[in-house]
Nanobody, 126 residues
Framework: VQLQACGGGLVQTGGSLRISCAAS????????MGWFRQPPGKEREFVAA????????YYADSVKGRFTISRDNAKNTVYLQLNSLKPEGTAVYYC????????????????????WGQGTQVTVSS
């Protein structure tokens, strides 16, 4: 399974953006999907995750209430809607996937994710 993220760009503080990640391969609808981000000069951090049937989602506290993760298994695509963006949201956003059961602990563990996309840049201007 290959992951291709896209949809990043430049947005003003308070603005919105939707980024997406298209997956190739036949296992997308059995995979947990997650989004991580890496701000400039900082380590990669967890943003959100969604179970294979969209029933379970988890969010980092810093984005809860502003970002929404969703997926369309028919299109092999996972989305991240970013609302009320702040300058600290500037980062390269990565999608990632693994096969297994999604829990709160596992959702935030980068080592659990076995497949990663190349990232898409989101820049929030102040």
């Amino acid at each position: 399974v290959q992951l291709q993220a896209c949809g990043g760009g430049l947005v003003q503080t308070g603005g919105s953006l939707r980024i997406s990640c298209a997956a190739s391969g036949r296992t997308f609808n059995t995979d947990v999907m997650g989004w991580f981000r890496q701000p400039p000069g900082k380590e990669r951090e967890f943003v959100a995750a969604i179970s294979r049937n969209s029933v379970v989602t988890y969010y980092a506290d810093s984005v809860k209430g502003r970002f929404t993760i969703s997926r369309d298994n028919a299109k092999n695509t996972v989305y991240l809607q970013l609302n009320s963006l702040k300058p600290e949201g500037t980062a390269v956003y990565y999608c990632a996937a693994f096969y297994g059961r999604l829990t709160s602990t596992i959702s935030q563990d980068m080592n659990a994710y076995k497949r990663w996309g190349q990232g898409t840049q989101v820049t929030v201007s102040s």
